[in-house]
């Protein structure tokens, strides 16, 4: 008498099953998901909102340097360019301050610190980045272009970011490569650099450290127990609103450069000196009020002053050339 036993199930019953394919499914959504978050976290240390801002006084700078002529075909690769040399060293300066930025609340949930990337990751990201833009921009643009952006890149890796532990004087230093967006955008139209050009670099120059000083002063006690020092060591009261105040005083002659090397007309002037009138007064009312608040206004305000005063210089600029 034979036995009877059930026939062997073929492998594509297996993989057929309801159940099978339902966790096929769930595989695929949770790599999706992965790949989806892992895009994100990159993005996240590429410093979106600093990158659309430092796009924007790139084409700015192109758009005055080019006198109305607008070439996409530079145009483009240009902002490509930068925007790649950009991202490589807001990942660099993540990857060498991981262990700071792990001490500090307003930065804890970076991609590093989190741990949702790994140093290596992020240090191939940055450098792949620099590299490649840096090169692209040789390519596709000038060598003035190129030789500026890897001078930023290099400044703001190489030297800000590892002052910060060192000295306040950082913050002269990182305000160095954080003016020179719009001279990119010149060099990138011109191919030189003149009078022009630092007009737009003292303007951007001066007006970060008002900004700046009001972050730092808002976070100092976190900078404190992570040993960045980016205020000066007085335990002088008001030392660092004067300093913005006295920032913010100069930024109004400054701010008329464009108007005196013709970049800009009267419109120009009288809203460069509204706009600065305004951002004085941030200022001062800071120091008679040291405070949380009234330094959040000085932020505020800087944040309102540098896209108005960008809007009005290349209105103007266009009502000249017409």
Request: proline residues 6%; glycine residues 8%.
């Amino acid at each position: 008498m034979s036995s009877m036993t059930a026939p062997p199930q073929s492998k594509s019953s297996y993989t057929d099953s309801p159940a099978a394919e339902s966790a096929l499914a769930l595989d695929a959504r949770s790599l999706s998901t992965w790949s989806v978050a892992r895009a994100a976290d990159f993005l996240e240390l590429t410093k979106p909102r600093i990158a659309v801002m430092v796009l924007v006084t790139v084409a700015v700078g192109y758009t005055l340097g080019g006198q109305g002529t607008w070439q996409l075909a530079i145009l483009l690769p240009t902002l490509i360019g930068v925007a790649l040399v950009a991202s490589g060293s807001s990942a660099l300066n993540q990857y060498l301050e991981r262990f700071t930025d792990a001490k500090m609340p307003r930065t804890a949930d970076r991609p590093l610190p989190s741990g949702r990337l790994t140093p290596s990751d992020v240090l191939k990201f940055g450098v792949l980045c620099g590299v490649t833009g840096t090169v692209w921009l040789a390519v596709t643009v000038n060598l003035l272009t190129a030789l500026l952006t890897l001078g930023t890149f290099v400044m703001y890796v190489g030297l800000y970011t590892p002052l910060k532990k060192r000295s306040s004087i950082c913050t002269a230093v990182g305000a160095v490569p954080g003016a020179l967006p719009p001279v990119l955008g010149w060099a990138a139209a011109r191919g030189t650099l003149d009078a022009g050009a630092f007009a737009l670099f003292a303007v951007l120059f001066l007006w970060q450290f008002p900004h700046f000083l009001a972050i730092a002063w808002m976070y100092r006690e976190q900078y404190e127990r992570a040993g960045l020092k980016m205020l000066p060591q007085s335990r002088s009261p008001r030392v660092v609103s004067l300093m913005a105040v006295t920032y913010a005083i100069v930024l109004i002659p400054a701010s008329l450069l464009p108007h005196a090397t013709g970049l800009a007309g009267d419109w120009y002037a009288i809203a460069a000196m509204i706009l600065g009138g305004a951002y004085l007064a941030s200022t001062v009312h800071f120091t008679w009020n040291e405070c949380r608040t009234t330094a959040r206004g000085v932020l505020f305000t800087s944040l309102i002053y540098l896209p108005a005063l960008l809007l009005v210089l290349t209105f103007d600029h266009f009502r000249l050339l017409m």
